[in-house]
């Protein structure tokens, strides 16, 4: 059974607290910072904008701008968490249309365009494989910390390391049978949060949850190849397939491992005259009292080529988890801990981008002797 997973393969806590507070700024007064540092050294910008904390969505085009004018790789990669902390938060009023929301019988005519895309165009993606490369981030928080919207509340975001591995599509489904073990990774420590099924058909599989009726109008988006229109949704734990496993840190030897599959909210941004989705954001819907206080997945989806011809397909990705420390052994007593048993939390955010996208081909060869 397919499914969507958020995984954290370790743990490591930091209990010392050190005072921080970043500088909201929205992407305009951003843009407008970083025009005043290009006569400084890499790491001086970098310092600057591991200060400064988004108040708005960053996108990949504006993103993408911003890097080309930076000195370095050190102010590139703080800029890259800045932006990826900022995924799941709205875009700037600026690109937020005025118009009215469409009449019900135009949402209905969207969501139908949305659903045929995905039973007429995703079943004609070829098999296929492309190369995944995650960038990890950490910020340790206080102890029973309340992270904003953007997972934010402790130190400056840090790099904890990266990885690039080949995925492979094989009739219709991410194929995790081949090419195991080619995964290269450079990590300072083992602070990492590595989701899974991002590059499958994850799509099918929310809007299979989310069912007939439920996508609700949410609002116009501006976008750089015209306007968007964006629907919410939400998804019962009965109905979910969004797991969340978490092995947590301990203030003992042996750490705890917790899994569960999660009721989750969202959106989902749609071409309104096609009908093809282009942006994906999940975010699970956590009791109190568990070691994860918050989960979330935001996958972007544009057009790449494969084999000579062009499809829409996963381009990047970011994933955020907020993790807690146990204090006290004893395991899940009904899946909830009493708020005294945690200790410090650490928020957890991966940047995920897909390249490099070929065609799969199984080829046999007959040898004569």
């Not at 080309?68 to 590139?76: F, I």
């Not at 995925?167 to 420590?189: L, P, T």
């Amino acid at each position: 059974m397919s499914k969507i997973c958020l995984y954290c393969l370790a743990f490591q806590f930091l209990f010392a607290a050190v005072a921080f507070a970043a500088k909201p700024v929205t992407v305009d007064q951003l843009e407008s910072a970083l025009r005043k540092t290009q006569t400084q050294q890499d790491a001086d910008v970098a310092q600057q904008l591991s200060g400064l904390e988004l108040t708005e969505r960053l996108s990949t085009t504006r993103l993408s701008a911003m890097e080309a004018r930076l000195p370095g790789e050190k102010s590139r990669v703080a800029l890259l968490a800045l932006a990826d902390a900022s995924a799941f938060l709205d875009p700037p009023a600026a690109d937020i249309p005025a118009d009215p929301p469409p009449d019900i019988n135009a949402q209905r005519l969207m969501i139908s365009r949305a659903v045929n895309y995905l039973d007429t165009e995703i079943p004609k993606l070829p098999n296929f494989f492309a190369t995944r490369t995650i960038v990890y981030f950490a910020d340790n928080l206080k102890k029973n910390g309340r992270p904003d919207a953007n997972g934010r509340g402790g130190k400056p975001w840090r790099t904890t390391g990266s990885s690039t591995t080949t995925v492979y599509f094989r009739d219709g489904k991410e194929d995790k049978d081949i090419g195991q073990g080619e995964e290269k990774i450079q990590s300072a420590n083992q602070e990492r949060l590595i989701p899974t099924g991002t590059f499958g058909p994850i799509l099918s599989r929310v809007m299979d949850e989310v069912g007939d009726g439920q996508l609700t109008w949410r609002r116009w988006e501006r976008g750089a190849d015209g306007t968007r229109a964006v629907f919410r949704f939400a998804v019962p734990q009965t109905r979910s397939h969004f797991e969340v496993d978490f092995r947590s840190s301990s203030a003992w030897e042996e750490a705890e491992y917790f899994q569960q599959f999660s009721a989750y909210h969202g959106e989902i941004k749609v071409d309104p005259a096609t009908g093809t989705i282009l942006r994906l954001i999940l975010d699970a819907d956590l009791e109190p009292g568990l070691p994860v206080a918050r989960a979330g997945l935001v996958v972007d989806y544009g057009p790449v080529e494969i084999g000579g011809k062009t499809y829409i397909c996963p381009v990047r990705s970011v994933s955020l988890l907020v993790g807690r420390t146990l204090l006290r052994p004893g395991g899940y007593a009904g899946n909830t801990r009493s708020p005294s048993d945690f200790g410090p939390e650490t928020a957890l955010l991966s940047d995920i981008t897909f390249g490099q996208y070929h065609v799969f081909r199984a080829e046999a060869h007959i040898v004569p002797y």
